[in-house]
């Protein structure tokens, strides 16, 4: 016998429960067409995810109670097949520990329900709930217990919801009840390296239940975190039978065949990519779902003739189409020549609607009106200052006139550092490469010289950019490392000492100065109060300046 299964790999909105639940009816559809028996959806298809503090409002989870069963009316017809949807379940008891826990209000579970006939005949409760890096189950869910196993054409199917597939327990608790395969539905936001980090565990988990695995994945961006979909299947011996597009809306069908005591697997394989394809593909995707989902008609960027502004617009390019991307130079009269020359070239070859505006004017008129309080005093970093929220001043006033959005250009080592102005290079209302470290950037610029991935143009950023010393030109001949240890010394304390909380001591007996690890670690610790001002940005690394860093502002501690 064999069993035809269907992954709905789909880009789903948070909050648009009438949209989502179309979208699951569409997929059910197109899926039996193809023969399919058991459809997969993601984690929390049906709301989206993550719905955060939505998840408070009891009027959010009857609105998800009915688009669950819109689904089940409008699919059945559709006999014969079983569909896993994700959706949020009132709980039934528990309301004791909840309150022993001090956490407000919600009490639900993180369900799995299967459809089948028009019904829900089985739902499955999420029972480890992740609450680390970007994640706040615990305080919107309580776990569930016990293990959901479902009859498929004669075939037992154990259902998992994400976390759960990291540990022992459910797993193997499910082969007890009668599994012969593991269906695992997901919600697992990207980061670099995290693909294969899944597949490795799922392999374990495979290989310690001796059962196939398939691996259900969302695709996406919502706010800062984006999913790269990149479902799976593999074989009960943990090895991989087939894998789905990364970073694409696919449906993704995977064919059992029982042979003897064991399984026949069919299904396409997507090959795996470089990691900076899949960060690319990462911030595109990130671009474009932030814009489309909140309804911008478009972007505008500050394109200085510098690496950061250079990459912020090929992304943005390849994510909304040049006819939606707008560059404004700014030039002050620090501004090289060879600035104006570059930055005109790249918009030149990525055919966006370039416009110059210098600020020389409006800097001396603010310089003329702070003369008397500034009188006798050297110029310095207030100056500097000056003409970054003059160049933000007059993005965000064309935003508000045209109603794009304007992206902010600069980098996860900038952000760490505070080498950044508020009001200034940091206004805006989404910073595309906040998570990419400088290092980074220079790879991602040369990595997409080298690809055209959408078509929007060959080798758009001028070799010149990438080559020529880093510098916000806000002073007479001003190097990024006149106030910086070099980038690939600050982007490697950044890693160990932010990422992954080595101390200072140990970053230093790794072999670094002492001088620039002490500066590093004081520069992040004190520009604290300007990244909580910072715009949301897109998270690629597995620690990100947002909801992965909640440090205080005010703190004694300096280790």
């Known amino acids: 016998m064999t069993l035809s299964i269907c992954v709905a790999q789909l880009n789903f909105v948070v909050g648009d429960m009438v949209g989502n639940a179309r979208k699951i009816?569409?997929?059910?559809?197109?899926?039996?067409?193809?023969?399919?028996?058991?459809?997969?959806?993601?984690?929390?298809?049906?709301c989206g995810y993550a719905a955060e503090?939505?998840?408070?409002?009891?009027?959010?989870?009857?609105?998800?109670?009915?688009?669950?069963k819109r689904v089940a009316n409008e699919t059945a017809h559709l006999k014969g097949l079983h569909i896993v949807v994700g959706h949020p379940a009132r709980a039934v008891g528990g309301a004791d520990e909840r309150r022993e826990r001090s956490v407000a209000v919600a009490h639900l579970y993180n369900a799995a329900s299967v459809l089948s006939d028009g019904r829900v005949t089985h739902t499955y409760a999420k029972r480890e709930l992740p609450n680390y890096q970007v994640f706040d189950e615990r305080r919107y869910f309580v776990p569930g217990q016990a293990p959901c196993v479902i009859d498929v054409?004669?075939?037992?199917?154990?259902?998992?919801?994400?976390?759960?597939?990291?540990?022992?327990?459910?797993?193997?608790?499910?082969?007890?009840?009668?599994?012969?395969?593991?269906a695992v539905i997901n919600a697992s936001p990207f980061h670099a390296?995290?693909?294969?980090?899944?597949?490795?565990?799922?392999?374990?988990?495979?290989?310690a239940t001796g059962l196939p695995l398939v691996y259900a994945h969302l695709v996406g961006g919502q706010d800062e975190?984006?999913?790269?979909?990149?479902?799976?299947?593999?074989?009960?011996?943990?090895?991989?039978?087939?894998?789905?597009?990364?970073?694409?809306?696919?449906?993704?069908?995977?064919?059992?065949?029982?042979?003897?005591?064991?399984?026949?697997?069919?299904?396409t394989t997507d090959r795996a990519h470089s990691p900076e394809a899949d960060l690319w593909h990462a911030l595109v995707l990130g671009v474009r779902d932030y814009l489309g989902k909140n309804g911008f008609p478009g972007a505008i960027l500050g394109l200085s003739g510098g690496i950061d502004s250079a990459l912020v617009l090929a992304i943005a390019v390849d994510a909304l189409g040049a006819d939606r991307v707008r560059t404004v130079m700014m030039p002050s009269p620090y501004t090289a020549d060879i600035s104006w020359i570059d930055a005109r070239d790249?918009?030149?070859?990525?055919?966006?609607?370039?416009?110059?505006?210098?600020?020389?004017?409006?800097?001396?008129?603010?310089?003329?009106?702070?003369?008397?309080?500034?009188?006798?005093?050297?110029?310095?970093?207030?100056e500097e200052n000056l003409q970054a929220r003059i160049r933000?001043?007059?993005?965000?006033?064309?935003?508000?006139?045209?109603?794009?959005?304007?992206?902010?250009?600069?980098?996860?080592?900038?952000?760490?550092?505070?080498?950044?102005?508020?009001?200034?290079?940091?206004?805006?209302?989404?910073?595309?490469?906040?998570?990419?470290?400088?290092?980074?950037?220079?790879?991602?610029?040369?990595?997409?010289?080298?690809h055209d991935?959408?078509?929007t143009g060959t080798n758009p950023i001028p070799d010149r950019i990438i080559t020529r010393p880093p510098s916000a030109e806000l002073r007479p001949d001003q190097k990024d490392q006149d106030s910086l240890p070099e980038y690939d010394v600050l982007d490697a304390i950044i890693e160990r000492y932010m990422e992954n909380d080595q101390s200072p001591d140990s970053i230093v007996a790794a072999g670094f100065a002492r001088a620039d690890v002490d500066k590093v670690v004081r520069l992040i610790r004190i520009n604290e109060y300007k990244r909580r001002q910072a715009p949301v940005g897109i998270r690629v690394t597995h620690r990100s300046f947002g909801k992965d860093w909640r440090y205080p502002i005010t703190s004694k501690y300096r280790a």
Do not use: H
Request: glycine content about 10%.
């Open 153 to 182: 054409g004669g075939v037992r199917v154990g259902v998992l919801i994400c976390e759960d597939a990291w540990f022992d327990a459910p797993a193997a608790d499910a082969k007890a009840a009668g599994a012969e395969l593991l």
């Open 453 to 455: 991935p959408y078509g």
């Open 53 to 68: 503090d939505l998840f408070l409002r009891p009027a959010f989870i009857d609105a998800c109670d009915d688009a669950l």
């Open 225 to 267: 975190i984006v999913f790269e979909g990149r479902s799976f299947v593999l074989g009960a011996d943990g090895a991989l039978a087939g894998r789905a597009v990364s970073f694409e809306e696919t449906l993704f069908d995977i064919a059992l065949t029982r042979q003897g005591a064991g399984w026949d697997i069919s299904a």
């Open 25 to 46: 009816v569409d997929a059910a559809t197109q899926a039996y067409q193809r023969g399919a028996r058991l459809l997969l959806t993601p984690e929390l298809a049906i």
């Open 346 to 382: 790249m918009a030149a070859r990525l055919g966006v609607r370039y416009d110059e505006i210098a600020i020389a004017p409006q800097f001396e008129a603010f310089k003329a009106s702070l003369a008397q309080e500034f009188a006798g005093l050297p110029e310095d970093t207030a």
């Open 193 to 207: 390296g995290k693909g294969g980090e899944r597949e490795a565990t799922m392999r374990e988990r495979a290989r």
């Open 392 to 450: 933000g001043t007059l993005l965000m006033a064309l935003s508000n006139k045209f109603g794009s959005i304007v992206l902010t250009t600069g980098n996860k080592s900038e952000m760490a550092t505070g080498y950044c102005t508020l009001y200034g290079d940091m206004a805006g209302g989404f910073a595309v490469i906040k998570d990419v470290a400088k290092t980074m950037v220079f790879k991602l610029a040369r990595w997409r010289n080298a």
